[in-house]
């Protein structure tokens, strides 16, 4: 079993919608959670950073971490076009550990 | 702060050839990283390093060899390049420990080709 588990996708929704990500994992060590967003050619860049359980909001993004089922998610509401990209779950190791991503193209 | 560069931004190779890729950071990073990015698999570890004068092996090493000399500096050589590490090469760094200002950087990326 993977460290990591994320759904590759691809994903398309239309303008609007209301976005779920998740990601699964299996060492109940890990207390840091991250989301990176990565638009095409580009490198990632962290976009959500949580510790241990519970939900934090930014904006139109909300992180939420389930330690007991050991399942993290990230919603985006009134999705744009510029969300248009792949999102990368990782968990703070050394190194981090990260899912494959999940690319998801939102549709004007 | 120019953060996490890395040189050269595009190369083809020809099966057999060497190079050796770049990475330089300015942010005092102690931990430092090189992966591969192909379609499908997600980022995968090539090498990392915990400090000057260190290296590690990280999911992927073979055929790659790597370098700290300096604390800024992280270099991935291919001694022998094969056309399976065509890819996508990233560098990132991050600081020393855990929590919520240990914020790993990516570089922009170097785009190989084997021929």
């Known amino acids: 079993q993977k460290e990591v588990e994320q759904d590759p996708g691809p994903l398309s929704v239309p303008e609007g919608a209301i976005v779920s990500l998740n990601c699964t994992y299996s060492?109940?060590?890990?207390?840091?959670f991250m989301w990176y967003r990565q638009y095409s050619r580009k490198g990632p860049e962290l976009l959500m950073y949580?510790?241990?359980?519970g939900n934090k909001e930014d904006g139109r993004f909300t992180a939420q971490v389930d330690k007991s089922s050991k399942y993290i998610s990230l919603f985006i509401r009134d999705s744009q076009p510029s969300d248009s990209a792949t999102y990368l779950c990782?968990?703070?190791?050394?190194?981090?550990?990260f899912g494959k991503g999940t690319r998801l193209s939102v549709i004007a | 702060n120019a953060g996490v560069t890395q040189t050269p931004k595009f190369r083809v190779l020809k099966t057999g050839q060497s190079m050796t890729l770049l990475c330089a950071q300015d942010?005092?990073?102690?931990?430092m990283y090189w992966y591969r990015q192909d379609p499908g698999m997600g980022l995968r570890l090539i090498h990392y390093?915990?400090?000057?004068?260190?290296?590690a092996k990280g999911e992927v090493p073979d055929g790659y060899n790597v370098s700290r000399l300096k604390k800024q500096n992280f270099l991935l050589g291919l001694e022998s390049a094969a056309p399976s590490q065509t890819s996508v090469y990233f560098c990132?760094?991050?600081?020393?420990?855990?929590?919520?200002?240990?914020?790993?950087?990516f570089g922009p990326g170097t785009r190989l080709t084997v021929l």
């Open positions: 060492n109940s060590a890990f207390q840091y």
């Open positions: 990132a760094s991050r600081p020393y420990g855990q929590g919520l200002n240990n914020e790993q950087f």
């Open positions: 990782a968990m703070m190791g050394t190194p981090l550990v």
């Open positions: 942010m005092n990073h102690e931990y």
């Open positions: 949580t510790y241990s359980s």
């Open positions: 390093s915990v400090g000057e004068g260190t290296t």
